[in-house]
């Protein structure tokens, strides 16, 4: 895997998503698509990044951009998480984690002086013509999802 940059063409992907059937990115040329990954459905700061992004739902869509959330939960899990907080963005189920480390964003972590292998939450926003627009790594969640809003109006 080579590290992704602004300009590198996004890698492809089909999952599986919540809801049912399945998310490709590249059925989604001409929209802007934003891919944000996350550690685990229902902890504490990934429910408030779905909800932001969420809420924000109607703008994106104004905006010609899909958010698309990826975490290496099943999509039964996915399903539940959705329905538990009225969530509206897609989130898709990367349990092979093929996606995860094509992006770069299974990594390394430590917690207490232990050290795990986990998603570092990262966003991409992609143009529509399928290149790297943006990266966030290591996001913090308080205002994340209203800066991406504002980056993908610009595109």
Request: charged share 20%; hydrophobic share 40%; net charge negative.
């Given at each position: 895997?080579?590290?992704l940059t602004i300009g590198?063409?996004?890698?492809?992907?089909?999952?599986?998503?919540?809801?049912?059937?399945?998310?490709?990115?590249s059925k989604l040329q001409g929209k802007a698509v934003i891919l944000y990954f996350y550690?685990?459905?229902?902890?504490?700061?990934?429910?408030?990044?779905?909800?932001?992004?969420?809420?924000?739902?109607?703008?994106?869509?104004?905006?010609?951009?899909?958010?698309?959330?990826?975490?290496?939960?099943?999509v039964k899990s996915h399903d539940k998480f959705a329905a538990k907080h009225s969530l509206s963005v897609i989130l898709a189920s990367d349990e092979e984690r093929k996606v995860l480390e094509a992006?770069?964003?299974w990594k390394e972590k430590s917690m207490y002086g232990k050290k795990y292998m986990g998603v570092e939450r990262t966003t991409f926003l992609i143009g529509r013509d399928g290149?790297?627009?943006?990266?966030?790594?290591?996001?913090?969640?308080?205002?994340?999802?209203?800066?991406?809003?504002?980056?993908?109006?610009?595109?």
């Open positions: 895997m080579t590290d590198s063409t996004a890698p492809d992907f089909t999952l599986p998503r919540n809801g049912e059937g399945t998310v490709t990115l550690p685990k459905d229902d902890t504490s700061g990934c429910t408030a990044e779905a909800i932001d992004f969420s809420a924000l739902g109607g703008e994106f869509e104004a905006a010609n951009a899909v958010v698309i959330g990826i975490s290496p939960d099943s992006y770069g964003v290149t790297i627009a943006e990266i966030w790594n290591k996001v913090k969640v308080a205002g994340h999802a209203q800066a991406v809003l504002e980056a993908a109006k610009k595109l």
